[in-house]
């Protein structure tokens, strides 16, 4: 996106708009599990849909480095706001790594001009870590696909106009495929919004695909490079769960060090005994390296050699330390973080499902261990 | 229509205010810079203006140090078409007359039909720039303007201010002068694809020799700035509600003679 002033005079700009149109909402948000039209609105006028659209297509033509700054900022008010932006870069990402120029147009021209919204399906009841398990299958009906089964997890279900869904076309790993299926289309429904521990305002939804008729043409890549078009994506978006866990704590630390300058305790600010110093240091230390760890791995991506390795070890790395520091700053916080009067206890629930999803915490250890030492015999 | 917006670079709102090692200026180590917020009113309805008609071009000017530049950017990332600034150091700890002479002679150059600028600048409050600038035109000024709306052959404008329980109208010739006021509109914020796009628009730099106006000293010396005395701390009256208030309402009477 451009110099880094650019960014700077971005960030800002995002920065200001948050403050006065969306951080007052966050608590009701919360609350009530709602994502306010007014807000979809706010983050899609800014153009924050547009950021991976490349500048042919009317978009930005954000670095995965940009992608993840904004990410980040986002995420030092609310994880929710920032996951609607994530996980629609996340479904724009195959479109970027295999889409036809016909099909860039016929899907980021939506994006850019009516500020449509992207979902990722991915997961199902009984593929979760073990992606090659779909069960969702795609099958040929004359120049149309006819797509069914059902998808679980779904962030932005229910609000988004187009879902990129991989689903069956012939046995094994080399028989998944991708594909665009528009929220319109007869046979989708989405299921109930879940009911979660965080990212409450973020709505979660099952999809399900009976009899879904579109297009061959929307399908991305070819026939059966749907995993290695899914892995290739995953590399780009784990960066991005990094840059979420990276914003998340930086909020929760930011807000720890606010209080502990104010806090009085015994004649003194809380932020004067050693005990809290040492573990404000010790929490900025480890948000400091997640980030070092989290734009080395966006840069490596960005420089053209995408590495799956650090992108696993950066979102692992760093949705740990989200969840230590966002722990720590509900203990610096004491009985107040423990109330929803401050944001704390909120970055402390929104922090946890960075380490499980894109890949659960363990399956990054199986990712970097595959590069360290090959694969597994077991 | 061409319209131009005189905008003011301030320390943001959240500033806290320390008056400099020179006793005549803040001391400006670690503030953040903004656009000044009447200013901004004064470059959405600009823009407005130009989105209304169709047709264009939104100038927006500035004066000062390097800096000035980034205001500028904000108001081209905001979709001015461009930006004139005046990089001269004489305008640093200027007087107003100094500054609206500065500025009125970028308006000569630029002959738009239309002025806007903020009430005041939230830095000094002065408030004068705009009467000033209108003056040394010999065009028509309306201040603290809370609507408006041009006619359609663009030869006049109508501008309502707010009075004391009710609006106040006013028809105006063009070129004229407006300034202003909250609630005028609600300005959009700077979009990323703005921002981006900001970068290849022109900002135009002149400089002292440029203008032919000749900034000989100011007519109002700023002398000093004076820290305010701290506030003495507040007074705690102790015992049961019932004494206590008929001690507050003595202290009222006798002390503070405030009822």
């Known amino acids: 996106m451009g110099k880094p002033s650019d960014l700077a005079l971005a960030l800002e700009s995002l920065r200001r708009a948050l403050r006065e149109q969306v951080v007052p909402l966050l608590p009701h948000m919360d609350e009530t599990q709602e994502f306010p039209d007014s807000v979809r609105g706010l983050l899609t006028e800014l153009g924050l849909l547009t950021l991976v659209v490349p500048e042919a297509h009317g978009g930005l033509g954000s670095s995965l480095t940009d992608l993840c700054r904004v990410i980040e900022e986002l995420a030092r008010w609310d994880a929710s706001i920032a996951v609607f932006v994530q996980a629609h870069a996340t479904a724009l990402r195959p479109l970027l790594l295999a889409g036809s120029p016909e099909q860039r147009r016929a899907f980021f021209g939506p994006v850019v001009e009516q500020g449509r919204l992207f979902a990722f399906a991915l997961t199902e009841p009984h593929a979760g870590s073990d992606a090659a398990a779909i069960a969702a299958r795609a099958e040929p009906a004359g120049d149309d696909c006819v797509l069914s089964g059902r998808k679980r997890f779904v962030t932005n279900g229910g609000i988004a106009d187009y879902y990129l869904a991989f689903a069956r076309t012939g046995p094994g790993r080399k028989g998944l495929t991708a594909f665009v299926v528009p929220a319109r289309s007869p046979g989708l429904s989405v299921g109930k919004r879940e009911n979660k521990m965080g990212l409450r305002a973020s709505p979660t939804t099952d999809l399900f695909l009976e009899g879904v008729r579109i297009p061959a043409a929307h399908r991305i890549g070819a026939e059966g490079q749907g995993f290695a078009l899914l892995t290739a994506t995953l590399t780009a978006s784990r960066p991005t769960i990094a840059a979420q866990a990276v914003g998340l704590a930086q909020g929760a630390l930011d807000t720890a060090v606010r209080y502990a300058m104010e806090r009085e305790q015994f004649g003194q600010p809380i932020g004067s005994f050693q005990g809290i110093r040492f573990m404000l240091a010790e929490m900025a230390t480890a948000v400091e390296a997640a980030r070092a760890l989290l734009y080395r791995a966006a840069a490596c991506h960005d420089e053209g050699v995408p590495s799956p390795a650090l992108s696993a070890m950066a979102k692992l790395f760093a949705s740990d330390t989200a969840m230590r520091v966002t722990t720590d700053a509900v203990q610096i916080l004491g009985g107040y973080g423990y109330l929803k009067d401050y944001p704390v206890e909120r970055f402390m629930r929104d922090a946890k499902v960075t380490q499980i999803f894109e890949g659960t915490n363990q399956i990054m250890r199986l990712v970097i261990a595959k590069d360290l030492l090959g694969r597994s015999r077991e | ?259």
């Open chain 2, 1 to 259: 229509m061409k319209v131009l917006v005189l905008v003011k670079q301030v320390p943001d709102t959240a500033t806290q205010v320390k008056v400099g090692s020179d006793p005549r200026a803040i001391a400006t180590t670690g503030i953040t810079w903004i656009v000044s917020p009447y200013d901004e009113f004064a470059v959405e309805e600009a823009l407005r203006i130009r989105e209304k008609r169709g047709t264009g071009e939104v100038v927006a000017v500035s004066g000062g140090p390097e800096r000035v530049k980034e205001a500028l950017r904000s108001c081209l990332a905001m979709g001015a078409d461009r930006a004139v600034h005046v990089l001269d150091p004489a305008l640093e700890g200027a007087d107003t007359l100094t500054t609206a002479r500065v500025l009125a002679a970028v308006i000569q150059q630029e002959a738009p039909q239309l002025v806007l600028t903020g009430r005041q600048a939230i830095d000094d409050d002065t408030g004068a720039v705009g009467a000033q600038v209108a003056e040394l035109l010999g065009w028509p000024c309306l201040s603290w303007i809370m609507e408006e709306a041009i006619a359609e052959d663009g030869a006049t404008v109508r501008a309502g201010r707010q009075v004391e329980g009710a609006l106040e109208l006013f028809d105006l010739p063009l070129p004229c002068v407006l300034t202003a006021q909250k609630g005028l509109n609600e300005p959009r914020y700077p979009t990323l694809k703005g921002i981006m796009g900001a970068k290849k628009k022109e900002i135009k730099e002149l400089g002292p020799g440029d203008l032919g106006v000749n900034v000989d000293g100011p007519q109002l010396e700023l002398v000093r700035l004076e820290a305010l005395p701290p506030r003495p701390p507040g007074r705690i009256i102790p015992g049961e509600p019932k004494e206590a208030v008929r001690e507050l309402v003595r202290v009222l009477r006798e002390e503070a003679k405030a009822i």
